[in-house]
């Protein structure tokens, strides 16, 4: 799966202000910025993740939502994907066959789950194994279903920077329908990395927010 694939499987769940991650800045070996009290994380289009979601933890993907305090459970979301609306209009590479008629009902019957991991190739380096229930909604925004993930609550990490990486597991291949690119539009079977690491700061309790 291509950068650009996420990017536009993204780029749709920010229309639809649901779940989203995108991009994010570079890790700073020296913390400039501080969480807010409010677990509250706001989507790049102002959703309230924390809302739309039910998660009373700390949600950390979205590039405002990358810190956190020491001592504090966790919520790791990243990127939707999207499929084809229905069987009609879908359309796959060559040599590919759904086992679902519908594209998104073929992509959560194929989904397993994912593992996190913290710190990835580090001493320190942790993961932490989930099952379907990562996929916490699907949403449709201008005819698009989209599926989208966060993970059950995670333990603290130490207070500093870190990275978390996404792998995701499915049964076997799955296509989206939306094209006939097998790199853009199809997810292979098996484990794999589904969002590149991500840069993120824990806190010591007594750290202050900086005056604006």
Not at 56 to 78: D, H, K, L, Q
Not at 99 to 128: A, C, H, L, W
Not at 148 to 155: I, T
Request: hydrophobic share 35%.
């Amino acid at each position: 799966m291509t950068s650009s694939r996420i990017r536009a499987a993204v780029a749709g769940a920010v229309l639809a202000t649901v779940l989203t991650v995108t991009g994010g800045a570079t890790a700073q070996a020296q913390p400039q910025a501080v969480p807010p009290v409010d677990h509250n994380c706001l989507s790049p289009s102002g959703t309230n993740l924390n809302t739309l979601l039910d998660i009373r933890e700390r949600v950390i993907g979205p590039p405002a939502c990358r810190e956190a305090f020491a001592g504090e459970r966790w919520v790791r979301s990243f990127p939707s994907w999207g499929t084809a609306p229905d069987a009609e209009s879908a359309v796959y590479p060559a040599g590919y066959t759904p086992s679902r008629v519908n594209p998104m009902d073929d992509f959560i019957s194929k989904f397993r789950g994912v593992r996190i991991v913290q710190d990835i190739g580090t001493r320190q380096e942790r993961s932490y194994t989930f099952g379907p229930e990562a996929l916490r909604l699907v949403a449709v925004e201008d005819g698009i279903p989209f599926a989208f993930f966060a993970s059950p609550a995670l333990r603290p990490l130490s207070v500093g920077p870190h990275t978390t990486s996404v792998f995701m597991r499915l049964s076997e291949q799955h296509c989206d329908g939306l094209g006939t690119n097998s790199e853009e539009n199809c997810l292979p079977g098996g484990e794999f990395p589904y969002h590149a690491n991500v840069p993120i700061t824990f806190f010591p309790r007594n750290a202050v927010p900086p005056r604006s």
